[in-house]
Nanobody, 121 residues
């Protein structure tokens, strides 16, 4: 089995910062892309940022220049540094990873349980 466990969410004032972490554990052969998505109440889940196994990054326009995604391949962990937070960043943030469990399996998508980020004005 594979698990993604997020941490680092919480309540912060507008303009503040938070750092999210997501560690993958279990039977892992390799991890391709990793990323962060978020879902605000009454809205669809949306992409925040992704990072390839080689470090190529992609960001939603709404977070460019404020959020930074990074990963530590040795620890199977992805991070999201969030600066200059705005009330509209309030959402449940989900970690996602494309993981191959062995050389005999194709990769599959895995999701974390989500962590709440609340930005007060």
């Amino acid at each position: 089995q594979v698990q993604l466990v997020e941490s680092g969410g919480g309540l912060v004032q507008a303009g503040g910062s938070l750092r999210l972490s997501c560690a993958a554990s279990g039977t892992i052969f390799s991890i391709n892309a990793m990323g962060w998505y978020r879902q605000a109440p009454g809205k669809q889940r949306e992409l925040v940022a992704t990072i390839s196994s080689g470090g190529r990054t992609n960001y939603a326009d709404s977070v460019k220049g404020r959020f930074t995604i990074s990963r530590d391949n040795a620890k199977n962990t992805v991070y999201l540094q969030m600066n200059s937070l705005k009330p509209e960043d309030t959402a449940v943030y989900y970690c996602n990873a494309d993981i191959r469990r062995s050389a005999w399996y194709v990769s599959a998508d895995y999701w974390g349980q989500g962590t709440q980020v609340t930005v007060s004005s």
